[in-house]
């Protein structure tokens, strides 16, 4: 079965663009959910989607949105980039809303903002 | 709030040493917990998961035990590989609405020497 894909793997971008991710979930996974990962932060909780519906939301400015599609396959959004929005960002699936939400996780993006 | 300390690092280590990684939990209720690794220019995969206090999670020769008592998660090797050197982190899902939100430690960087 093929993990977490998310694309594109690299990203350049400079401040005051915008930017859209990519991330498809593993067959059968309906929920997903995004992290940020920065070496001063650490990781950190974007949003969970399930079933097209936003459910959680970290503590991210609005500028940070994502949508989630029928077939489960979701993008993140972050509008009008600042140099601190240089990071990795992780997309990870899970098959149902279990009780211990074990999370399978992919490469990541890599979004770099001069 | 929820949240995860985790030994600071990073740990160096010898081949066939024995590792050991702290870390503690703030939570209410019940949490999951988890033991997450990242090796270099990849995502995180999961190493190993804990549900319920006493239990003991284990895999590819690492375990970690929930300790309510101590509210505690401890990574344990008892002969680690320069393939195991990589970046850990601990992670706790609380439970009940939390839907897709992870609380990571800051993760300890892990270097085994042959």
């Known amino acids: 079965k093929a993990g977490v894909t998310q694309t594109p793997r690299y990203l350049i971008k400079t401040r005051g663009q915008q930017v859209t991710l990519s991330c498809s979930p593993i067959s059968g996974h309906r929920s997903v959910s995004w992290y940020q990962q920065t070496p001063g932060q650490g990781l950190q909780f974007l949003f969970e989607?399930?079933?097209?519906?936003?459910?959680n939301k970290g503590n991210f400015p609005g500028r940070f949105s994502g949508r989630q599609f029928s077939n489960s396959r979701s993008e993140m959004n972050v509008s009008t980039l600042e140099l601190g929005d240089s990071a990795l960002y992780l997309c990870?699936?899970?098959?149902?809303?279990?009780?211990?939400?074990?999370?399978?996780f992919g490469p990541g993006t890599r979004l770099t903002v001069l | 709030g929820n949240s995860v300390t985790q030994m600071e690092g990073p740990v160096t280590l010898s081949e066939e040493a024995f590792l050991t990684i702290n870390c503690t939990y703030t939570?209410?209720?019940?949490?999951?917990l988890f033991w997450y690794v990242q090796y270099p220019g990849e995502g995180l995969q999961l190493l190993l998961k804990a549900t319920k206090a006493d239990d003991k999670g284990s895999n590819k020769g690492f375990e970690a035990t929930y300790r309510k008592e101590t509210t505690s998660f401890h990574l344990e090797k008892g002969s680690v590989q320069v393939s195991d050197s990589a970046v850990y982190f601990c992670?706790?899902?609380?439970?009940?609405?939390?839907?897709?939100?992870?609380?990571f430690g800051q993760g300890t960087i892990l270097t085994v020497h042959p």
């Open positions: 989607y399930f079933s097209e519906t936003q459910r």
């Open positions: 939570a209410t209720g019940y949490p999951s």
């Open positions: 990870a699936s899970s098959l149902v809303q279990a009780a211990y939400n074990e999370q399978f």
């Open positions: 992670a706790l899902f609380p439970g009940g609405t939390s839907y897709g939100k992870l609380t």
